[in-house]
């Protein structure tokens, strides 16, 4: 099953809420900054159904980076979950990337294999992470935010693994990391401790808006870099309800001081509906938070048989 999914969306209370306490002492270190990078994008490329509407209609699947790139700024990049990127690929990233007509340049937000991460659970790992390391820090100016996803069963009595894991990173590398078992956000003691040690080591906190776990919808932030993962549900019109609710979480903090927003639309499903969503989020960003985010161009599908 997907992570967070329901299908009974009237049963949940999908309010956003309030901001963590921790964020106070994030907020009391910096300054507003009048042009906060927004990187905003989905979770894939290799979409068929993009081709017509978000690529052009004579698109080959080959191509498909080639012409995501032109019209967002960044991406969830889930395929190194699976894979570690060998130079070839890296190069074609990289190569893909400078094409961007965005001033900001792209980044690729790549998440740590899952071999690291779930399978052997950030121990004796020195040599593959090494590998993904050396491989993502390639990217150069064209790689942004990493996600290191914890497992469901990953819980806060494992806190000295993920700390000493993390400390055997570069500084270079910026590192998000999700946390999913309940046991971080169930004592609000414990996930603020979290915060803290998080803040301490300048690691950022993943935040997921997804309807059926609103605890990893902590709203807490370890440093004044947000990484957002928004879970839609297929255009459902609460999608749009709770997106404008973000809009408005995005001022305010914009206001306070939040320097750089990694966010990251899922349409749910096939994320066939993604590509509109963010099209939402850039207009209104732009139009309630004096943004000037590049608006990618869709074109309206053509249903075959609809001219007749």
């Known amino acids: 099953m997907e992570f967070g999914k329901i299908h009974n969306l009237d049963a949940i209370n999908l309010t956003l809420p309030p901001g963590a306490a921790f964020n106070a002492k994030i907020w009391a270190s910096v300054e507003p900054s009048q042009h906060p990078n927004v990187f905003i994008g989905g979770p894939v490329w290799a979409n068929k159904d993009y081709v017509g509407k978000v690529y052009p209609s004579t698109a080959k699947e080959r191509d498909f980076l080639h012409y995501y790139v032109r019209q967002f700024n960044t991406i969830e990049l889930n395929l190194t979950h699976y894979q570690i990127p060998t130079a070839g690929m890296i190069q074609k990233w990289k190569a893909e990337a400078a094409g961007s007509p965005d001033r900001a340049g792209f980044t690729y937000c790549p998440k740590f294999p899952q071999v690291i991460s779930h399978e052997r659970q950030l121990v004796a790992t020195e040599a593959l992470t090494e590998e993904f390391v050396n491989a993502v820090l390639s990217l150069e100016e064209f790689l942004g935010m990493t996600f290191l996803q914890l497992p469901p069963q990953f819980g806060p009595e494992k806190w000295p693994v993920l700390e000493a894991y993390l400390k055997s990173l570069p500084d270079e590398l910026d590192v998000a990391v999700e946390f999913r ?81 990694y966010l990251f639309i899922h349409g749910g499903g096939d994320n066939d509906t993604a590509p509109e969503l963010i099209l939402y989020w850039i207009r209104e960003l732009n139009k309630h938070c004096g943004l000037n985010l590049r608006e990618p161009v869709l074109q309206p599908k053509v249903v075959q048989g609809s001219l007749f």
């Open 181 to 261: 078992h309940p046991d971080w956000f169930s004592k609000a003691a414990v996930w603020q401790q979290t915060l803290e040690r998080l803040y301490l080591l300048r690691r950022h906190a993943v935040i997921t808006d997804v309807a059926g776990r609103r605890d990893v919808l902590h709203m807490g932030l370890s440093s004044p870099v947000l990484t957002l993962r928004f879970i839609a549900n297929e255009g459902h019109p609460t999608d749009y309800l709770r997106s404008d609710a973000w809009i408005q979480r995005l001022k305010t903090w914009f206001e306070k001081g939040l320097q750089t927003a």
